[in-house]
Nanobody
């Protein structure tokens, strides 16, 4: 059973930086898209950034130019480098991945447990 384990959250001042990591533990056959979503208090979960297995990326408009998503396929790991952080970036950040356990057509949509990011002075 694959699990997604996030790390790297914390408290940072406005304008600061943080890097989030997410490792897919276990032994997946393959991992398709990997990405990061976030949920602020009282708001719905929203897309932050995703990357395909060939490293094609998509970003939310609100983070373009400030956040960078990357992945290491050999380590089943996805990263989110966050620069120039703003208070509105505060929330719980969730890792997401499309996991296959075999060469068949079934892909499981997996979520991590979330890591808190707080941007405040």
């Amino acid at each position: 059973q694959v699990q997604l384990v996030e790390s790297g959250g914390g408290l940072v001042q406005p304008g600061g930086s943080l890097t989030l990591s997410c490792v897919a533990s276990g032994r997946p056959f393959s991992i398709n898209d990997m990405g990061w979503y976030r949920q602020a208090p009282g708001k719905q979960r929203e897309l932050v950034a995703t990357t395909s297995s060939s490293s094609n990326t998509v970003y939310a408009d609100s983070v373009k130019g400030r956040f960078t998503i990357s992945r290491d396929n050999a380590k089943n790991t996805v990263y989110l480098q966050m620069n120039s952080l703003k208070p509105e970036d505060t929330g719980v950040y969730y890792c997401n991945a499309g996991v296959q356990y075999s060469s068949g057509p079934v892909t499981y949509n997996m979520w991590g447990q979330g890591t808190q990011v707080t941007v405040s002075s």
